[in-house]
């Protein structure tokens, strides 16, 4: 019979939720939901120098926004599940533990070489233009008469060490080629890729599933459990997302920055997650919009692929616009963009879920919202580029003067005053367009903005009259 799926999403509190992070947690979720499995989120803070205070509270807030939630783990500062605690800096004495097994079994040594002697050793493979392999020959020949403060290393066999990722294929690695590399550091923490083989080891994880960067690591990963005759769990390396250039490496520049970032600037959590699992995943076909729910029932491991993937920040806009336009309800829209206008926007709110819906298609992200309906609220500043905008200043005036008599004591609706609009552009002998397009400017203080009738109806017909009254006034002087 099958292990029961146990996959664990295992960050280092190092500073940011970053996007290849952030990927890296959904399909852990992702894997682990499709096959009724157990999500686990594992605090990876043994790196002490590393560690950025928090920065563990930014995790739960990324997954939480993202929906993913574990089902074991640190999470809200409490211990979930049986197989805690889940923090690795609480754990130290199972590493110790297994460290002194490794001593006893002859597998592991202590490594008393001293920094200068380190550095020459390492210093001569270079000039002799070998690779650096640490092997127990460097050690000095006189050791100190106790082990305390030392670090211990694993004494890495000969022979091959052969595995078969999920994603990469098989691969077969020489020992030779694998450092003794320190599995407990001086200070009696644990090296990160000592505690991650015991951690998922003894949290009976059946699929580890991470970034690409630890690839290199895996040999190191396989040995140990090898050594420790325990099961290896089965190893799913993910693409390497590349930056919008699909060259370099994805840099902050291009976007990789923390995950809640991604929130202030407006995007919604349903389509970051259907972006992030589109970079290196899809379903076999050419589909590119997903539930979550959707996604768990799609989601198979062994169509992620291992050619990069390239991170476009554009795609994510467009996608985003989509879940804004069709992805979420008018209302759940409108509640959503309450953190992101001004408070005073919201006193009439049937107001401003009309205007919402008016400009729902041009808001790509939900930090636009306030930029696009600022109009509404604020009388319009007019730019000098403005006023070079306008095609002819003449038809403006005349367009604009007769406007304002048929808005003066208008109540009609947006039929009507169609059909007055048209017919005064008509009678005048100017183009329709020009005219709507001169009202757009005085009415908004933009050239771009929701149709023009429905936007003197909500702007108001009195507050579309003493705007256009004001532009005249500077237009008549340009
Ligand atoms: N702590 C590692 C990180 O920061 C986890 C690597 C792994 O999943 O094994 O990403």
Same mark, same amino acid.
């Not at 250039?245 to 840099?251: C, T």
């Not at 050419?286 to 799609?298: S, W």
């Not at 705007?467 to 006034?473: H, P």
């Given at each position: 019979?099958?292990?029961?799926v146990r996959v664990r999403f295992a960050?280092?509190?190092?500073?940011?939720?970053h996007i290849g992070s952030a990927r890296a947690a959904l399909f852990n979720y992702l894997f682990a939901k499709h096959h009724?499995g157990?999500f686990?989120? %594992?605090?990876? !803070?043994?790196?002490?120098? %590393?560690?950025?205070?928090?920065?563990?509270?930014?995790?739960?807030?990324?997954?939480?926004?993202l929906?993913i939630?574990?089902?074991?783990?640190?999470?809200?500062?409490?211990?979930?599940?049986?197989?805690?605690?889940?923090?690795?800096?609480?754990?130290?004495?199972?590493?110790?533990?297994?460290?002194?097994?490794?001593?006893?079994?002859?597998?592991?040594?202590?490594?008393?070489?001293?920094?200068?002697?380190? @550095?020459?050793?390492? $210093?001569?493979?270079?000039?002799?233009?070998?690779?650096?392999?640490?092997?127990?020959?460097?050690?000095?020949? $006189?050791?100190?008469?106790?082990?305390?403060?030392?670090?211990? %290393?694993? %004494?890495?066999?000969?022979?091959?060490?052969?595995w078969s990722d999920i994603v990469y294929g098989d691969f077969?690695?020489?020992? @030779?080629?694998?450092?003794?590399?320190?599995?407990?550091?001086?200070?009696?923490?644990?090296?990160?890729?000592?505690? =991650?083989?015991?951690?998922?080891?003894?949290?009976?994880i059946s699929h580890v599933i991470r970034g690409p960067e630890f690839l290199p690591?895996t040999?190191?990963?396989?040995?140990?459990?090898?050594?420790?005759?325990?099961?290896?769990p089965k190893f799913v390396h993910v693409p390497v997302i590349l930056?919008?250039?699909g060259?370099?490496k994805l840099?902050?520049?291009?976007?990789?920055?923390?995950?809640?970032?991604?929130?202030?600037?407006?995007?919604?959590?349903?389509?970051i997650v259907n972006f992030l699992v589109l970079l290196g995943w899809n379903d076999g076909t050419e589909r590119e919009?997903f539930?979550l729910?959707e996604l768990v029932g799609a989601f198979d491991a062994t169509r992620i692929q291992r050619s990069p993937a390239k991170f !476009?920040?554009?795609?994510?806009?467009?996608?985003?616009?989509?879940?804004?336009?069709?992805?979420?309800?008018?209302?759940?829209?409108?509640?959503?963009?309450?953190?992101?206008?001004?408070?005073?926007?919201?006193? !009439?709110?049937?107001?401003?879920? !009309?205007?919402?819906?008016?400009?729902?298609?041009?808001?790509?992200?939900? @930090?636009?919202? $306030? $930029?696009?309906?600022?109009?509404?609220?604020?009388?319009?500043?007019?730019?000098?580029?403005?006023?070079?905008?306008?095609?002819?200043?003449?038809?403006?005036?005349?367009?604009?003067?007769?406007?304002?008599?048929?808005?003066?004591?208008?109540?009609?609706?947006?039929?009507?005053?169609?059909?007055?609009?048209?017919?005064?552009?008509?009678?005048? =002998?100017?183009? @329709?367009?020009?005219?709507?397009?001169?009202?757009?400017?005085?009415?908004?203080?933009?050239?771009?903005?929701?149709?023009?009738?429905?936007?003197?109806?909500?702007?108001?017909?009195?507050?579309?009259?003493?705007?256009?009254?004001?532009?005249?006034?500077?237009?008549?002087?340009?």
């Amino acid at each position: 019979m099958n292990k029961p799926v146990r996959v664990r999403f295992a960050p280092s509190p190092t500073g940011l939720l970053h996007i290849g992070s952030a990927r890296a947690a959904l399909f852990n979720y992702l894997f682990a939901k499709h096959h009724n499995g157990t999500f686990i989120l %594992r605090i990876e !803070d043994t790196d002490r120098e %590393r560690f950025v205070e928090g920065s563990v509270e930014q995790i739960v807030d990324g997954l939480s926004w993202l929906g993913i939630e574990p089902d074991e783990g640190f999470w809200n500062g409490e211990h979930i599940g049986k197989h805690g605690p889940y923090v690795q800096s609480h754990r130290l004495e199972h590493y110790q533990a297994v460290a002194q097994q490794l001593i006893d079994q002859g597998l592991a040594y202590y490594s008393y070489i001293s920094n200068e002697d380190f @550095a020459k050793a390492k $210093q001569d493979a270079i000039d002799r233009k070998q690779p650096f392999v640490y092997r127990e020959e460097f050690e000095p020949k $006189q050791k100190p008469a106790a082990s305390d403060g030392y670090p211990i %290393r694993l %004494r890495i066999p000969k022979g091959r060490t052969k595995w078969s990722d999920i994603v990469y294929g098989d691969f077969d690695v020489d020992n @030779a080629t694998v450092d003794d590399f320190v599995i407990l550091k001086a200070d009696g923490y644990p090296t990160y890729n000592f505690a =991650n083989v015991i951690d998922d080891h003894m949290m009976e994880i059946s699929h580890v599933i991470r970034g690409p960067e630890f690839l290199p690591s895996t040999p190191k990963h396989a040995i140990l459990y090898d050594l420790l005759e325990w099961v290896r769990p089965k190893f799913v390396h993910v693409p390497v997302i590349l930056g919008p250039d699909g060259k370099k490496k994805l840099s902050k520049r291009d976007g990789d920055v923390d995950l809640m970032d991604y929130k202030k600037q407006g995007f919604l959590p349903e389509a970051i997650v259907n972006f992030l699992v589109l970079l290196g995943w899809n379903d076999g076909t050419e589909r590119e919009f997903f539930t979550l729910e959707e996604l768990v029932g799609a989601f198979d491991a062994t169509r992620i692929q291992r050619s990069p993937a390239k991170f !476009d920040i554009e795609r994510l806009r467009w996608m985003n616009g989509h879940y804004i336009r069709e992805g979420i309800g008018l209302q759940d829209l409108t509640e959503r963009l309450v953190e992101y206008v001004p408070q005073d926007w919201l006193k !009439d709110e049937e107001y401003f879920i !009309d205007l919402v819906a008016l400009d729902r298609e041009r808001i790509k992200t939900l @930090a636009d919202a $306030q $930029q696009l309906l600022e109009f509404f609220f604020v009388d319009p500043h007019y730019s000098p580029e403005l006023f070079a905008a306008l095609p002819d200043k003449d038809a403006a005036i005349t367009g604009l003067t007769a406007t304002l008599d048929i808005l003066e004591g208008f109540s009609g609706g947006h039929h009507e005053l169609e059909k007055a609009l048209r017919n005064l552009a008509e009678s005048h =002998n100017i183009a @329709a367009g020009k005219l709507f397009g001169a009202l757009r400017i005085a009415i908004t203080g933009r050239t771009q903005a929701p149709g023009i009738f429905d936007t003197i109806l909500m702007v108001g017909t009195e507050r579309s009259v003493e705007r256009i009254r004001r532009f005249l006034s500077i237009l008549r002087k340009q």
